[in-house]
Nanobody
Framework: QVQLVESGGGLVQAGGSLRLSCAAS????????MGWFRQAPGKEREFVAT????????NYADSVKGRFTISRDNAENTVYLQMNSLKSQDTAVYCC??????????????????WGQGTQVTVSS
């Protein structure tokens, strides 16, 4: 198993920044990719960003491109999500997840096996 712990959420004004962290432990050698997803009240969980372990390829949802950056600390098995120019529409619970096998895409929920508990991000307008 892989355990995931997110941190870094909070309340921020529109236009501000936050950095989320997701620390992985356990069978981290089995990780193929780590991703961030979010779920706003009354909405389905949606893809935000992903980082492929083997080659460092990143992918972003159109709604966050140019504003969010996903990165990895190899030594700490930690993935970060730097969120800039935040908008009220970014308000959601943000969860990180790990994929433990190869997929052609890591933008789908079904590609991920382990999930963190989530951290709340609230952007006030």
């Amino acid at each position: 198993q892989v355990q995931l712990v997110e941190s870094g959420g909070g309340l921020v004004q529109a236009g501000g920044s936050l950095r989320l962290s997701c620390a992985a432990s356990g069978r981290t050698f089995s990780i193929y990719a780590m991703g961030w997803f979010r779920q706003a009240p009354g909405k389905e969980r949606e893809f935000v960003a992903t980082f492929t372990w083997s080659d460092g390829i990143t992918n972003y949802a159109d709604s966050v491109k140019g504003r969010f950056t996903i990165s990895r600390d190899n030594a700490e098995n930690t993935v970060y999500l730097q969120m800039n120019s935040l908008k009220s529409q970014d308000t959601a619970v943000y969860c990180c997840a790990t994929a433990t096998r190869y997929y052609t895409t890591y933008t789908r929920l079904g590609s991920y096996r382990y999930w963190g508990q989530g951290t709340q991000v609230t952007v006030s307008s």
